[in-house]
T-cell receptor, first 116, second 113 residues
């Protein structure tokens, strides 16, 4: 059983460009959350997708957007990149719905984005 | 609001020493509490969890007890190994809040042989 997978592993962009990061959840999971982890910091919640809709959002500008596909995979898009967007972007998957009694999330290895 | 505070690192210990990493939280409602570990260049791995007050989570020799009265979830291990060197994150989540996780800033542990 593959866990959460993310692509690409590393990415280098310049200021003003746009980037798309991809995530495939763990088998059996239907919810994908995205986090930004700046160097030396804990992960910060960006948003969460369930049933192809954004369900909750953290304190991130509209330059950050996402999408979830019918197969539960997800994309994170960042427009007009800033130097401060350089970070490790983590995807986490979980399962919602009836019978879920606790809320463990499984994390992918992350995508390291560097903005020059 | 919801937040997690953990002790600043780095923490440097000799092999076989006792480890404590402090974590306190602020939350509305009844959160679940977690410890995640991050090895260099990798994502987060769940180390242990506790879903209600007085629960003790344990894994690989690590333990943490959910203390509602002190709003704490301190991580402990009786005898650390060099392979335990990593960054440890305390986190909370509420299942009635769309499973949104709040993380502490992380504590780096260095274990020397």
């Amino acid at each position: 059983d593959a866990g959460v997978t993310q692509s690409p592993t590393h990415l280098i962009k310049t200021r003003g460009q746009q980037v798309t990061l991809r995530c495939s959840p763990k088998s059996g999971h239907d919810t994908v959350s995205w986090y930004q982890q700046a160097l030396g910091q804990g992960p910060q919640f960006i948003f969460q997708y369930y049933e192809e809709e954004e369900r909750q959002r953290g304190n991130f500008p509209d330059r950050f957007s996402g999408h979830q596909f019918p197969n539960y995979s997800s994309e994170l898009n960042v427009n007009a990149l800033l130097l401060g967007d350089s970070a490790l972007y983590l995807c986490a998957s979980s399962r919602r719905g009836a019978g879920v009694t606790y809320n463990e999330q499984f994390f992918g290895p992350g995508t390291r984005l560097t903005v020059l | 609001g919801n937040s997690v505070t953990q002790m600043e690192g780095p923490v440097t210990l000799s092999e076989e020493a006792f480890l404590t990493i402090n974590c306190t939280y602020t939350a509305t409602g009844y959160p679940s509490l977690f410890w995640y570990v991050q090895y260099p260049g990798e994502g987060l791995q769940l180390l242990l969890k506790a879903t209600k007050a007085d629960d003790k989570g344990s894994n690989k020799g690590f333990e943490a007890t959910y203390r509602k009265e002190t709003t704490s979830f301190h991580l402990e291990k009786g005898s650390v190994q060099v392979s335990d060197s990593a960054v440890y994150f305390c986190a909370l989540s509420r299942i009635d809040n769309f499973n949104k996780f709040y993380f502490g800033s992380g504590t780096k542990l260095n274990v020397k042989p």
